[in-house]
């Protein structure tokens, strides 16, 4: 049994507003999505890795990240879909030699601050229980609206927001994203494709500071987490 890691960066950044694709910005002198693929380069639980972007974009990231940062993990750059959906069954359909059983973590690009110890307990669950997706409670009260009005404030204790990596056996995700194609049904994440065929996605705790960066606000508190600590202020 194998794991391995696919990394959808696909998306065309339109919220940022740069110049380039947003996986391409630089964080702390490195692509972002450099920085998330070396977090699975270090991972020694992580067979192979399989970046995902435009197919103008192939070679770019084949020369520019993938070859530029020594990251020999990376089998192939796979080419991504109209959306992430498609980007990450394609994916999936480009592991041809993976078994049913080999374990298959989906993680965005733009997020590269996940800690390895939550990949780490993702890939876990999911060899025991098939699947698992990471998320956090929400910390603020969500209200539900409808015509400009507040109608409905659902238990918070309830509600948690996903994030990424969702992991899964590879039989059981390449199934249910073939099932969503073929009856022309789009999620939001992978985790949704399984709840809606009736499986039940075990849930890891993650951690906050695993951000998706998609807006320039986004990239503001990125580059805040790479600031050192302030010292404690001395006792008077």
Same mark, same amino acid.
């Given at each position: 049994m194998?794991?391995?890691? $696919?990394?959808?960066? #696909?998306?065309?950044g339109k919220?940022?507003?740069?110049?380039?694709?947003?996986?391409?910005?630089?964080?702390d002198?490195?692509?972002?999505?450099?920085?998330?693929?070396?977090?699975?380069?270090?991972?020694?639980?992580?067979?192979e890795?399989?970046?995902?972007?435009?197919?103008?974009? %192939?070679?770019?990231?084949?020369?520019? %990240?993938v070859?530029?940062?020594? $990251?020999?993990?990376?089998?192939?750059?796979?080419?991504?879909?109209?959306?992430?959906?498609?980007?990450?069954?394609?994916?999936?359909?480009?592991?041809?030699?993976?078994?049913?059983?080999?374990?298959?973590?989906?993680?965005?690009?733009?997020?590269? /601050? !996940?800690?390895?110890?939550?990949?780490?307990?993702?890939?876990?669950?999911?060899?025991?229980?098939?699947?698992s997706?990471v998320?956090?409670?929400?910390?603020?009260?969500?209200?539900?609206?409808s015509?400009?009005?507040? !109608?409905?404030?659902?238990?918070?204790?309830?509600l948690?927001?996903?994030q990424?990596?969702?992991?899964?056996?590879?039989?059981?995700?390449?199934?249910?994203?073939?099932?969503?194609? #073929?009856?022309? /049904?789009?999620?939001?994440?992978? #985790?949704?494709?399984?709840?809606?065929?009736g499986?039940?996605?075990?849930?890891v705790?993650?951690?906050y500071?695993?951000?998706?960066?998609?807006?320039?606000?986004d990239?503001?508190?990125?580059?805040?987490?790479?600031?050192?600590?302030?010292?404690?202020?001395a006792?008077?």
């Amino acid at each position: 049994m194998k794991t391995v890691a $696919l990394i959808p960066a #696909a998306g065309m950044g339109k919220r940022m507003g740069a110049a380039v694709n947003k996986q391409y910005l630089l964080l702390d002198g490195r692509p972002i999505l450099a920085k998330t693929l070396q977090l699975f380069q270090d991972a020694p639980f992580i067979d192979e890795v399989y970046p995902i972007v435009p197919a103008d974009e %192939v070679d770019y990231c084949q020369r520019e %990240v993938v070859d530029r940062y020594g $990251l020999d993990k990376v089998k192939r750059v796979i080419v991504g879909g109209a959306e992430r959906q498609n980007s990450v069954l394609n994916g999936l359909r480009a592991l041809d030699d993976c078994d049913a059983d080999d374990i298959v973590v989906i993680h965005d690009g733009v997020r590269p /601050f !996940v800690p390895p110890a939550v990949i780490l307990r993702s890939v876990e669950i999911a060899m025991e229980h098939d699947s698992s997706v990471v998320a956090v409670p929400v910390k603020d009260t969500v209200k539900i609206i409808s015509e400009g009005f507040a !109608v409905e404030t659902p238990p918070r204790e309830t509600l948690w927001l996903a994030q990424t990596p969702q992991t899964f056996r590879y039989g059981v995700i390449r199934s249910a994203h073939e099932v969503a194609e #073929a009856e022309g /049904f789009v999620g939001t994440d992978d #985790a949704s494709l399984l709840e809606r065929l009736g499986d039940r996605v075990h849930v890891v705790i993650g951690d906050y500071r695993n951000i998706k960066i998609t807006t320039p606000e986004d990239m503001l508190l990125a580059q805040a987490f790479l600031q050192p600590a302030a010292p404690p202020s001395a006792k008077e």
